[in-house]
């Protein structure tokens, strides 16, 4: 097969799309001549702009039926040859179906499979390798678009120098210095993935105090009071920017942080495929699955009995996250910036 016009539907979560990296530069390398165009939600169209297999980034701001019959109906005058559906929704092969690309590939879930002209199979978990950038993999390999899983299968965003020259500069109008640890203690789907506020603050002030560092916050306008309650307690130069960047300008100022400290979350994955010693602590999910992947990443978990619940709220006393004391984090934490 040869296509000469790609069009890929983003999934909608900055996690998920991380993880969707090497599935996109499996396509680039597969159809180095073709025009790849990612169609994203605008929360996380930032992620792509600098990657060298997004030829153009198509904003998707549909919201009802009306306007997302629209959205297919303009992108049917793209003249795509082949759309790669990397979100699961009937939604995605809908919109692939209204802007008649003739070639319209994704898995055969919620009920999409006759708007598919390859329906691929879901494949059961103990088909493919745990970690959830395989499922992405798989999906092009079951497809027939890739004869076997790219030997270099890693997370990593490859505008991460741009960015970091670009964040350095932010952090440097803010007064912040050039050695910036960044924090993020929120996590979208839950409490039960957040580790204690007044330990990423211990943590966070053990770090700073060793390498002579300011400390970077960060979080959704949602998180701005639990971001301050850590800022409030970090005793060195510290700025609060929760709510305060979009996705493109907080993955310039990740990318220039010397070392990250994080729950299991969007931010966790970011500054990981950006290559930033990446410090996460687990407790609710599976780090195995969902973990961070890059060289300088490290998760920081307590072995309990009932962990991974997978639950959004811990029922009991939020052990798993309890036992996990802020010197043994920032312990690892400088550890890798040796």
Same mark, same amino acid.
């Given at each position: 097969m040869a296509f000469r016009k790609i069009l890929v539907r983003a999934t909608n979560w900055v996690g998920d799309?991380?993880?969707?990296l090497p599935a996109l530069r499996a396509l680039r390398e597969k159809f180095p001549d073709a025009e790849i165009a990612i169609l994203a939600k605008p929360w996380v169209a930032d992620l792509y702009g600098r990657e060298p297999f997004c030829d153009r980034l198509i904003p998707y701001t549909a919201c009802d039926l009306p306007s997302k019959w629209r959205a297919g109906r303009e992108l049917a005058g793209c003249g795509f040859d082949c759309a790669i559906l990397l979100q699961n929704a009937?939604?995605?092969a809908a919109i692939a179906f209204a802007a008649r690309v003739p070639e319209r590939i994704g898995y055969a879930r919620d009920g999409r499979s006759a708007l598919l002209t390859r329906a691929v199979p879901v494949p059961r978990r103990d088909e493919i390798r745990r970690h959830e950038r395989f499922y992405y993999l798989e999906l092009l390999r079951r497809a027939g678009i890739l004869e076997k899983m790219p030997e270099n299968d890693s997370?990593?965003?490859?505008?991460?120098a741009a960015a970091r020259e670009a964040g350095l500069a932010r952090f440097e109008k803010f007064g912040m210095g050039d050695a910036v640890i960044g924090?993020?203690?929120g996590a979208a789907y839950g409490t039960a993935k957040r580790w204690l506020p007044d330990r990423f603050a211990d943590a966070a002030n053990r770090v700073a105090k060793q390498i002579g560092a300011s400390v970077a916050i960060f979080g959704s306008k949602d998180e701005r009071d639990l971001c301050e309650s850590v800022a409030a307690a970090v005793k060195v130069p510290v700025r609060n920017f929760a709510g305060?960047?979009?996705?493109?300008?907080?993955?310039?100022?990740a990318a220039a942080c010397r070392v990250y400290l994080t729950n299991d979350s969007g931010a966790m994955h970011i500054a990981s495929a950006l290559g930033v010693p990446t410090v996460a602590i687990f407790g609710a999910t599976?780090?195995?699955?969902?973990?961070?992947?890059?060289?300088?990443? @490290? #998760?920081v978990r307590e072995n309990v009995e009932c962990s991974p619940c997978l639950k959004r709220e811990c029922p009991i006393d939020h052990r798993c996250m309890t036992r996990v004391e802020?010197? @043994? #984090?920032?312990?690892?934490?400088?550890?890798l910036l040796k």
């Open positions: 799309a991380v993880m969707s009937f939604e995605a997370i990593r965003l490859d505008g991460a924090v993020s203690p305060e960047t979009s996705l493109g300008e907080f993955i310039e100022m599976d780090d195995i699955g969902t973990g961070p992947t890059g060289p300088l990443a @490290r #998760v802020a010197v @043994r #984090v920032a312990e690892i934490a400088l550890d």
